[in-house]
């Protein structure tokens, strides 16, 4: 056990799908995965075990921000043995051509967190998925007929953030979307010698203020969660 998670050793599967609400990882566990049961539940993070077509998968809460990400990410991966994790998120898009619902996948992920530069003695370290998974995803997807779009997001500390400049300089360098934990979790993996993606459902769209409601936030990424349960079961 750790200080913020009161599993057993051998709670986990090699990969855990990791949405920020823990919530959300009850939805996924009572509606997605057979047998599920809670292994973890320190501060309410819950986090479950069972199987997707007979395989065993995991999925856990990590809260919201750097900070809270990193901790999870750390302690799955150094006291868990857990492989790879696969964040199922919410951003809020940037890019005009992109909508509320699109699912979106972070081939990297920029940031104003200093979370990685600490990592990596004060310079900047370049926060990438891993390929084999991120190339897993796009075939799995390929094969389900769900469009992806890929490319490079933006991780945020600052939910109300006070550059009024930040959203045109994001645009114009081709940044699709704002989240507040990609650029965390790829820099953990990388600390860790371990496996991470982070995929999105868009639930608001920064510029013309489309945006879902929490309860949809809650329930409707029903694809992304069968893309990447099947993505789940296949890189193990």
Do not use: W
């Not at 370290?125 to 891993?130: E, G, V």
């Not at 990388?190 to 496996?195: G, I, S």
């Not at 999105?200 to 409707?220: A, G, N, P, W, Y």
């Amino acid at each position: 056990m750790t200080p913020h998670i009161n599993a057993k050793q051998d709670a986990f599967a090699p990969v855990v799908i990791m949405p920020g609400d823990p919530l959300r990882a009850k939805f996924i566990a009572e509606n997605y995965l057979e047998k599920a049961e809670l292994v973890t539940d320190v501060r309410n993070m819950l986090g479950f075990t069972g199987y997707h077509k007979d395989q065993r998968v995991s999925v856990m809460g990590s809260g919201m921000g750097t900070p809270s990400v990193s901790i999870y990410a750390y302690e799955l991966f150094t006291k868990y043995g857990v492989e790879t994790i696969i964040r199922a998120g919410s951003c809020g898009a940037i890019r005009q051509d992109i909508n509320v619902g699109d699912i979106v996948v972070a081939m990297g992920a920029s940031t104003d967190s200093a979370v990685n530069k600490i990592r990596f003695g004060h310079y900047d370290f370049a926060a990438i998925a891993d390929y084999t998974l991120l190339r897993t995803t796009e075939e799995t997807a390929s094969e389900l007929n769900i469009p992806l779009i890929i490319g490079n997001i933006m991780t945020t500390d600052m939910f109300y953030h006070p550059d009024q400049n930040l959203l045109n300089t994001m645009e114009k360098m081709g940044i699709l979307g704002l989240d507040m934990e990609a650029a965390a979790l790829y820099g953990v993996a990388a600390e860790c010698q371990r496996k991470a993606l982070a995929a999105f459902t868009v639930s608001d769209h920064l510029i013309t203020q489309e945006e879902m409601s929490s309860d949809e936030r809650q329930t409707k990424f029903t694809t992304m969660i069968n893309l990447l349960l099947e993505t789940a079961i296949k890189i193990q």
